[in-house]
C-alpha cells in the first residue's frame, strides 16, 4: 500500500478507528520508520545509564545502530554506530566502559566524543587524508531533558522543549519524586513480543483492559467496573482522568483509583523520603509527589509509569515484532528500602518472568495474528467519546476509555501525511 498523500493516510485513520493494516501491512511500517521514528524526537533512555566518562550503550532508532556515550568532558554524545571506512560497527555490546572504539575490521580507532584518533598506516590514505573528516557522525539532533536523552535524524524538528509541551511538567515530576532532584536507572529488563509497535503504545493508554488481561492483579471485571470513572467529567470530579497534549503524548492520572494493591502506602509514604521531600516541596507538594499515580506517554516511544519509578522505551523491530525496554529508577536520596521495593515491584510488573507485562505480550500476539483476518476491516477506539477541550488546547477525557489512543493516531496521521 502506498502512502503519498494526506487522502490515503485519511482512508486509513478516521477520528476513532483505523484500518487493521495499520498494524499489519509491512510497507505501513517502512513509512512509519521513515516519517515518525527517523522523522520525529525518539527517546533514547536516561543520561544516567552512562554515568562516567568512557562509559556507553548502544541502541537503534529504526535499524539503524546508534552509540550513545559519555565523553571525559562529562558531555553525553549520540552517534552513529557505524566506522568511516567500510561501515562497520564499531561496538556490539550493550553497555560499558572503554577508553575508546576501535574498529575490528581495519583497526580504525575512535574516541568517546567520536573523534577519529588512530588510522593504521595513515600515509597509505594519501597526504591530504584528515582524520578530523571522519569521526563518527553525530545525530543531526540531540537534546535532554531532565536526563532524558532524546535524537533525531530529522534535522528541522522542533526545539525538544517546544516538542515536550506542557507534557514535560508530568517528566519533571517523576524526577522531583526524587529528593536529590535526580534519578538513577539500572539496567533494562528486556522483553520481546510477536506484534506491531503500536499496540504496545495503545495498551499504555487503555484502561479497559486491566481486569480482564490481568485478573490476578486487578481483580475481576464486576468490581472494577463499578468504580471506574466513564467520562471526563466524572473522572476529573473523582480525582482520575487523561489528557492528550497534542504531538501524540498523553497522560492519565488515577487520582483516587490509585491501585494500592501495586504498592503500599505505607511504603510510599516512608517518614524519612517524604520529610526530604518535604524540605524541598513543603508538606502539601511532597505528599502528592510521593504518591503520584500517573501514567505518561511522550509519543512515540517512551512511557513513564511514576507510582513504580520506572519507564520503557517501545523499539520496533518489524512490523509485527516490537521489544521493549522496561528501566527500574531508583530516587537519588531516598531510603534504599524504598528503592529496593520500587525496583522490585517493577520487575514483578514488567519482567518476562512478572505478572503483569507477559499478559500485555500474549494478548498483543493475539491480536496480530487476528488483526490478519481482515486488513480493511477496523480497529475500534471508539469508547469514552465525552471529552472535552480544555484552556490549553489539550483534550480531556475519562479515565478508562480510548480518549488517549485517539491522540495518538491524530500525531500517527499527522506525521505519516507529511514527509519530514
Ligand atoms: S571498516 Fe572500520 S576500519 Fe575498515
Ligand atoms: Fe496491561
Not at 520508520?33 to 520525529?40: A, D, N, T
Request: glycine share 8%.
Amino acid at each position: 500500500m502506498a502512502i503519498r498523500t494526506r487522502s490515503t493516510v485519511d482512508s486509513l485513520v478516521e477520528k476513532d478507528r483505523v484500518r487493521r493494516a495499520v498494524y499489519t501491512d509491512p510497507s505501513i511500517f517502512s513509512l512509519e520508520m521513515e516519517r515518525i521514528y527517523l522523522g520525529s524526537w525518539i527517546s533514547l533512555g536516561h543520561e544516567s545509564e552512562v554515568p562516567e566518562p568512557g562509559d556507553f550503550k548502544t541502541d537503534e532508532i529504526a535499524g539503524r545502530p546508534i552509540l550513545v556515550t559519555r565523553h571525559n568532558d562529562g558531555t553525553v554524545h549520540v552517534l552513529l554506530n557505524a566506522c568511516r571506512h567500510r561501515g562497520a560497527t564499531v561496538c556490539e555490546i550493550a553497555s560499558g566502559n572503554a577508553p575508546a572504539f576501535k574498529c575490528p575490521y581495519h583497526g580504525w580507532t575512535y574516541r568517546s566524543n567520536g573523534e577519529l584518533a588512530i588510522v593504521p598506516s595513515q600515509e597509505a590514505f594519501g597526504p591530504d587524508f584528515d582524520r578530523n573528516e571522519y569521526g563518527l557522525r553525530p545525530l543531526p539532533r540531540v537534546a535532554t531533558y531532565r536526563g532524558f536523552i532524546f535524537a533525531s535524524f530529522n534535522p528541522d524538528v522542533p526545539e525538544l522543549e517546544e516538542h515536550l509541551g506542557r507534557a514535560a511538567q508530568y517528566i519533571d515530576a517523576f524526577v522531583d519524586r526524587a529528593p536529590a532532584g535526580k534519578i538513577q536507572v539500572r539496567k533494562p529488563l528486556k522483553t520481546e513480543y510477536a506484534g506491531n509497535w503500536k499496540l504496545q503504545i495503545d495498551n499504555f493508554a487503555d484502561g479497559y483492559h486491566p481486569p480482564f488481561t490481568h485478573p490476578a492483579v486487578f481483580g475481576g471485571p464486576t468490581e472494577r467496573a463499578s468504580r471506574a470513572p466513564t467520562n471526563g467529567t466524572e473522572a476529573s470530579r473523582r480525582g482520575g482522568g487523561t489528557r492528550s497534549f497534542g504531538r501524540g503524548h498523553s497522560f492519565s492520572d488515577l487520582g483516587r483509583f490509585r491501585a494500592s494493591n501495586r504498592f503500599p502506602e505505607e511504603l510510599s509514604l516512608h517518614p524519612s523520603y517524604v520529610s526530604a521531600l518535604t524540605d524541598r516541596f513543603g508538606p502539601e507538594r511532597a505528599r502528592e509527589l510521593a504518591l503520584a499515580d500517573t501514567y505518561l506517554l511522550i509519543y512515540p516511544n517512551l512511557y513513564l509509569q511514576t507510582l513504580l519509578s520506572h519507564f520503557r522505551l517501545v523499539k520496533p523491530q518489524a512490523v509485527d515484532r516490537t521489544h521493549v525496554y522496561g528501566y527500574p529508577c531508583d530516587l537519588v536520596g531516598a531510603p534504599d528500602v524504598l528503592n529496593d521495593e520500587l525496583a522490585r515491584v517493577t520487575m514483578a510488573w514488567t519482567s518476562p518472568g512478572g505478572e503483569v507485562q507477559v499478559d500485555d505480550m500474549e494478548a498483543f500476539s493475539r491480536v496480530q495474528r487476528g488483526l490478519r483476518a481482515d486488513p480493511q476491516e477496523w480497529v475500534l477506539f471508539t469508547m469514552d467519546q465525552n471529552e472535552h477541550v480544555n484552556e490549553y488546547g489539550e483534550v480531556e477525557g475519562g479515565g478508562m476509555g480510548d480518549s488517549r489512543a485517539r491522540g495518538s493516531f491524530r500525531e500517527w496521521a499527522r506525521l505519516m501525511a507529511e514527509p519530514s
